[in-house]
């Protein structure tokens, strides 16, 4: 990094704490010339913290996280983590809360302790899960909301941010290929997952909102052998039951077979149960299969059946024109869930669900109503009021780190993003494959697809595993 962008950033990296904190902190540092207000003992119009020093200690904390997260921890010279077994690491760690408060020199050194042993998920090697790598203008984005604080569930209290989830749930709906729809970030993909499980329901079945699940018929749902996890949490939680999730048998490749599927739903039926949802994977965990969405999009207009797709890792490749191919048919789903925070690197967490629905058929599902924060006489559009439509109440602004890149990359940037990291990975695998030591277990899905899609011979990217000499 050279002198003059490592100046720049700083500078910037302080105004930015300086304006996001300096006029919560002003009100503060104010003395008050009214007289003190007593109640039960307590100086209710006197400062509440030391400001002085609480001002030092954010402006010493920005320097470290500055030099131990954004610079150092980026170097591909430095460890990716000081690795500690968790009775070590109690040890080295001062974890006891006490009735006293601790000095600010201490507090520095406990953040600089937990910036030490953590994982930096930002180093060049940095290869454990789907996520990696450090975008510069979501982490900004992430320090405006945290200082700022908000909660999205009404326009008056989140203005600025209720219009920002909105125009990045159209631009990602227009990706997928809708001409409308409707959406909500949520806390995760399993939580995206498990409201389109829900909302499927919530469609065939309305009453069981408020009668419960005593008059419904035996529900299944399908899905790939290879699917998420979160698919048997979500049926779980949803009382359908995990028994009542049909594992679809996949290829080689990890894809769901169509054939199968189509078996599973006369299978069901015979057993006197009611099918109602299929879950379709773009990007599974771990052969990063994607299934194919035309043909399971058939079976499911043919069974009147709710097509989810669980795009939160492979959604991504929607914005590169080279591989959006992988999800073709997708347009055709009822609802998509999808992660920036994966390949696009938003930062955790960073989750939408898509819904092609405008009928507000999330809102109706999930709205609870309450008149003391979804008032109907307000005085704007009270549409904007969109934290009905979440199983949340208190909200994160997740979109904002999103339109942050977004808006810095654009979309041919982000573009770049999904490319690169293919290429990448097809660049691993030519270095694999000459490297003695070394075995190929399987060639990658993606590039097997794109390579059929062009009627090419399939040659790929891969699953590999080192063997041991």
Same mark, same amino acid.
């Given at each position: 990094?050279?002198?003059?962008?490592?100046?720049?950033?700083?500078?910037?990296?302080?105004?930015?704490?300086?304006?996001?904190? *300096?006029?919560?902190?002003?009100?503060?540092?104010?003395?008050?010339?009214?007289?003190?207000?007593?109640?039960?003992? !307590? !100086?209710?119009?006197?400062?509440?913290t030391?400001?002085?020093?609480?001002?030092?200690?954010v402006?010493?904390?920005?320097?470290?996280v500055?030099?131990?997260?954004?610079?150092?921890?980026?170097?591909?010279?430095?460890? !990716?983590c000081?690795?500690?077994?968790?009775?070590?690491?109690?040890?080295?760690?001062?974890?006891? #809360?006490?009735?006293?408060?601790?000095?600010?020199?201490?507090?520095?050194k406990?953040?600089?302790?937990?910036?030490?042993?953590?994982?930096?998920?930002?180093?060049?090697?940095?290869?454990?899960?789907?996520?990696?790598?450090?975008?510069?203008?979501?982490?900004?984005?992430?320090i405006?909301?945290?200082?700022?604080?908000?909660?999205?569930?009404?326009?008056?209290?989140?203005?600025?941010?209720?219009?920002v989830?909105?125009?990045?749930?159209?631009?990602?709906?227009?990706?997928?290929?809708?001409?409308?729809?409707?959406?909500?970030?949520?806390?995760?993909?399993?939580?995206s997952?498990?409201?389109?499980?829900?909302?499927?329901?919530?469609?065939?079945?309305?009453?069981?909102?408020?009668?419960?699940?005593?008059?419904?018929?035996?529900?299944?749902?399908?899905?790939?052998?290879?699917?998420?996890?979160?698919?048997?949490?979500?049926?779980?939680?949803?009382?359908?039951?995990?028994?009542?999730?049909?594992?679809?048998?996949?290829?080689?490749?990890?894809?769901?077979?169509?054939?199968?599927?189509?078996?599973?739903?006369?299978?069901?039926?015979?057993?006197?149960?009611?099918?109602f949802?299929?879950?379709?994977?773009? *990007?599974?965990?771990?052969?990063?299969?994607?299934?194919?969405?035309?043909?399971?999009?058939?079976?499911?207009?043919?069974?009147?059946?709710?097509?989810?797709?669980?795009?939160?890792?492979?959604?991504?490749?929607?914005?590169?024109?080279?591989?959006?191919?992988?999800?073709?048919?997708?347009?055709?789903?009822?609802?998509?869930?999808?992660?920036?925070?994966?390949?696009?690197?938003?930062?955790?967490?960073?989750?939408?669900?898509?819904?092609?629905?405008?009928?507000?058929?999330?809102?109706?599902?999930?709205?609870?109503?309450?008149?003391?924060?979804?008032?109907?006489?307000?005085?704007?559009?009270?549409?904007?009021?969109?934290?009905?439509?979440?199983?949340?109440?208190?909200?994160?602004?997740?979109?904002?780190?999103?339109? #942050?890149?977004?808006?810095?990359? *654009?979309?041919? *940037?982000?573009?770049?993003?999904?490319?690169?990291?293919?290429?990448?990975?097809?660049?691993?695998?030519?270095?694999?494959?000459?490297?003695?030591?070394?075995?190929?277990l399987?060639?990658?899905?993606?590039?097997?697809?794109?390579?059929? #899609?062009?009627?090419?011979?399939?040659?790929?990217?891969?699953?590999?595993?080192?063997?041991?000499?």
């Amino acid at each position: 990094m050279n002198a003059a962008y490592s100046i720049w950033t700083v500078t910037a990296f302080y105004r930015l704490i300086f304006l996001v904190t *300096g006029d919560i902190v002003q009100k503060e540092m104010t003395p008050s010339k009214k007289n003190p207000v007593l109640v039960d003992g !307590v !100086v209710l119009n006197g400062p509440q913290t030391d400001v002085k020093a609480g001002e030092k200690f954010v402006e010493e904390a920005c320097r470290l996280v500055l030099e131990e997260v954004v610079w150092k921890a980026t170097d591909v010279k430095e460890k !990716v983590c000081e690795w500690q077994p968790p009775e070590q690491l109690r040890q080295l760690l001062d974890l006891e #809360m006490r009735d006293t408060g601790e000095p600010q020199d201490k507090l520095l050194k406990l953040c600089q302790d937990v910036i030490h042993f953590s994982v930096k998920t930002n180093h060049p090697r940095f290869f454990n899960q789907l996520y990696a790598g450090l975008d510069y203008y979501s982490l900004a984005a992430r320090i405006i909301t945290e200082a700022l604080n908000p909660s999205v569930y009404t326009y008056e209290v989140s203005p600025v941010f209720l219009l920002v989830e909105e125009a990045v749930l159209k631009k990602m709906i227009e990706c997928v290929g809708w001409k409308e729809g409707d959406g909500i970030f949520n806390p995760g993909g399993s939580v995206s997952n498990m409201c389109a499980m829900n909302l499927a329901r919530y469609r065939y079945y309305p009453d069981v909102k408020e009668k419960g699940l005593s008059g419904l018929p035996r529900l299944i749902l399908f899905t790939s052998a290879e699917c998420h996890y979160s698919m048997k949490k979500a049926a779980s939680f949803l009382g359908i039951g995990t028994q009542n999730v049909y594992f679809v048998e996949t290829d080689e490749r990890g894809k769901m077979i169509p054939k199968e599927l189509e078996k599973g739903i006369w299978q069901a039926r015979k057993e006197g149960a009611v099918p109602f949802l299929v879950c379709a994977t773009s *990007g599974t965990t771990v052969l990063g299969a994607f299934d194919p969405l035309d043909e399971i999009a058939e079976i499911c207009e043919r069974h009147a059946l709710w097509l989810h797709v669980d795009a939160s890792w492979g959604g991504s490749a929607l914005v590169s024109r080279k591989y959006r191919q992988l999800l073709h048919g997708i347009h055709r789903a009822d609802s998509v869930a999808w992660n920036p925070h994966k390949m696009l690197m938003a930062g955790i967490q960073c989750s939408a669900l898509l819904v092609k629905d405008k009928s507000d058929l999330l809102k109706k599902c999930y709205s609870a109503k309450a008149t003391y924060l979804f008032q109907q006489d307000k005085f704007y559009d009270v549409s904007y009021d969109t934290g009905d439509k979440s199983i949340q109440c208190s909200r994160r602004p997740d979109a904002f780190k999103f339109w #942050m890149t977004w808006k810095a990359l *654009g979309t041919l *940037g982000l573009e770049e993003r999904v490319n690169r990291a293919l290429a990448l990975s097809r660049y691993l695998v030519d270095e694999i494959k000459k490297r003695e030591g070394f075995k190929l277990l399987m060639e990658s899905n993606e590039n097997v697809e794109i390579a059929k #899609m062009k009627g090419l011979v399939d040659q790929e990217v891969a699953v590999v595993s080192w063997k041991h000499p």
